[in-house]
């Protein structure tokens, strides 16, 4: 059974700083493409950072470009997502999600994932 589970959530005040992390069980995190997402109360599911199964192409939503970081670490089976100068908007519930691919030599937040973890609440506070 794939599994992913996110931590790192918390409360943290504006401009700081938190890292999730998406650890995997029951399957091995480096074939996939991991993607991270976001959705905050009454608003869609918004893709945040992806990044391919070396680890070599990233990919990261306008809003956060800059001030994520998203890495891999597949000898550790974790994913990890470096979230800088936090602001009020990036508060949501974030989701890291995982793709099969055959090449997998880019990756897209814009495609279906296959797998998904439960989601670890980040709140910035104003």
């Known amino acids: 059974q794939v599994q992913l589970v996110e931590s790192g959530g918390g409360l943290v005040q504006p401009g700081g700083s938190l890292r999730l992390s998406c650890v995997a069980s029951?399957?091995?995190?480096?074939?996939?493409?991991i993607g991270w997402f976001r959705q905050a109360p009454g608003k869609e599911r918004e893709g945040v950072s992806c990044i391919s199964k070396s680890g070599s192409s990233t990919s990261y939503a306008d809003s956060v470009l800059g001030r994520f970081t998203i890495s891999r670490d597949n000898a550790k089976n974790t994913v990890f997502l470096q979230m800088n100068n936090l602001k009020p908007e990036d508060t949501a519930v974030y989701f890291c999600?995982?793709?099969?691919?055959?090449?997998?030599?880019?990756?897209?937040?814009?495609?279906?994932?296959?797998?998904w973890g439960q989601g670890t609440q980040v709140t910035v506070s104003s």
């Open positions: 029951e399957f091995t995190l480096e074939y996939y493409t």
């Open positions: 999600a995982a793709r099969t691919v055959r090449l997998g030599l880019s990756c897209s937040v814009g495609v279906p994932y296959d797998y």
